[in-house]
């Protein structure tokens, strides 16, 4: 089937003691907030690979994940919350302060992306249980004849928890399904194949 649409991105940072420490079930995590309107989630994954020959043949081959990065787009996110996932310094009176100790956390992320063909569609719960927000440079450009948008970008690094799970998707028939699925996850309240319900953070 295609893609076809990409929604209801949330975010949440780990919970404040015992996140990551159980190798049966995902992180823990704080209250889940909105990522803006979503424009455009795009992974790329770097693996550790190997083979030995023998006989003139591959006799083991071996692949497995070592880490990746997830860029995330929105139409507005709003500067407190990159603020708060890039570890930056923010309050309402003074603005947001970037600096060279900053020290982002480790955050949970998930979305709702439609897939459709010829004769039917389903939703898909996208998510990633670790991710850490890396500062990233940005482009400013003055109005000129035509109107051309920009997103506001945040790219993260990929790691595996000590679950080993760096990556969920499950399909659903509706959105509601898919939505609820996520922040089941979220709130610990819904398990990962293979995994024990977390519960709260």
């Not at 309050?91 to 480790?106: H, L, R």
């Not at 939703?123 to 920009?150: C, H, M």
């Not at 028939?173 to 024990?196: C, H, R, V, W």
Request: aromatic share 12%.
């Amino acid at each position: 089937m295609a893609k076809y649409g990409a929604r209801n991105a949330k975010w949440a940072q780990f919970a404040t003691t015992q996140a990551d420490e159980a190798s049966d079930k995902l992180p823990k995590y704080q209250a889940a907030k909105t990522f803006g309107e979503l424009n455009k989630v795009t992974d790329s994954l770097n693996f550790n690979e190997g083979s030995l020959p023998g006989d003139d043949t591959v006799v083991l081959y071996k692949k497995s994940f070592k880490d990746g990065t997830v860029d995330a787009e929105s139409v507005y996110l709003p500067v407190a919350d990159a603020a708060a996932m890039l570890g930056a310094k923010a309050d309402e009176a003074n603005g947001v302060s970037f600096t060279a100790d900053d020290n982002p956390p480790y955050i949970g992320y998930g979305f709702v992306t439609h897939h459709v063909s010829k004769t039917d569609d389903y939703w898909q719960a996208v998510f990633y249980p670790k991710l850490k927000a890396a500062p990233t440079s940005e482009s400013y450009e003055t109005r000129g004849d035509n109107i051309t948008f920009a997103t506001d970008k945040l790219s993260f690094h990929l790691e595996s928890p000590l679950c080993r799970i760096y990556k969920v998707v499950k399909d659903f028939s509706t959105e509601a399904e898919a939505n609820a699925y996520i922040d089941g996850l979220f709130k610990g309240t819904t398990a990962a194949p293979g995994l024990t319900v977390p519960g709260a953070g």
